[in-house]
């Protein structure tokens, strides 16, 4: 009786950690294309990405690169004072979106043109991303308000 006891003890361990395992792969799994990091275009500019990966890039839209083109595609650069990565897009422009202004892509980067299958603009007059934000910061372009105070 006492054995039998200890076997099933050890059977509801080994069927607890496969249960647990098998989870935890089928969540990575779900995942794998839902996770999406985000660059500056610094960073961006240092180590280029793969074509296939898919990523975020925030920053300023560069003054005087915004071009719309045959329908709805339209190109510009991003910025974070630094560097400046061409951005082409196929859709509808948010309305808040234009130059000199913050703005989060999500894409890939092919030959040296970031491809965007999704443009995030500012949602009022004192947002920024907080990532775009933390990059521009990092080159030296933006002063956060509250330092100011």
Same mark, same amino acid.
């Given at each position: 009786?006492?054995?039998?006891?200890?076997?099933?003890?050890?059977?509801?361990?080994?069927?607890?950690?496969?249960?647990?395992?098998?989870?935890?792969?089928?969540?990575?799994?779900?995942?794998?294309?839902?996770?999406?990091?985000?660059?500056?275009?610094?960073?961006?500019?240092?180590?280029?990405?793969?074509?296939?990966? #898919?990523?975020?890039? =925030?920053? /300023?839209?560069?003054?005087?690169?915004?071009?719309? $083109?045959?329908?709805? %595609?339209? *190109?510009?650069?991003?910025?974070?004072?630094?560097?400046?990565?061409? #951005?082409?897009?196929? =859709?509808? /422009?948010?309305?808040?979106?234009?130059?000199?202004? $913050?703005?989060?892509? %999500?894409? *890939?980067?092919?030959?040296?043109?970031?491809?965007?299958?999704?443009?995030?603009?500012?949602?009022?007059?004192?947002?920024?991303?907080?990532?775009?934000?933390?990059?521009?910061?990092?080159?030296?372009?933006?002063?956060?308000?509250?330092?100011?105070?």
């Amino acid at each position: 009786m006492k054995n039998l006891k200890k076997r099933r003890r050890i059977q509801v361990i080994l069927v607890a950690f496969v249960a647990l395992a098998l989870s935890t792969a089928l969540i990575g799994y779900g995942m794998r294309d839902g996770i999406n990091f985000f660059r500056s275009p610094s960073q961006i500019a240092e180590a280029p990405p793969e074509a296939n990966e #898919v990523f975020r890039i =925030g920053g /300023l839209v560069e003054e005087g690169t915004l071009q719309r $083109g045959q329908g709805e %595609t339209v *190109s510009f650069s991003v910025t974070d004072g630094a560097h400046s990565i061409l #951005v082409t897009f196929t =859709g509808v /422009l948010p309305d808040l979106f234009k130059e000199n202004e $913050g703005m989060v892509g %999500t894409g *890939s980067y092919v030959d040296g043109v970031f491809i965007a299958h999704e443009i995030l603009a500012k949602h009022d007059e004192t947002y920024m991303p907080k990532e775009v934000i933390d990059a521009l910061e990092d080159a030296g372009v933006y002063r956060h308000m509250e330092e100011d105070v």
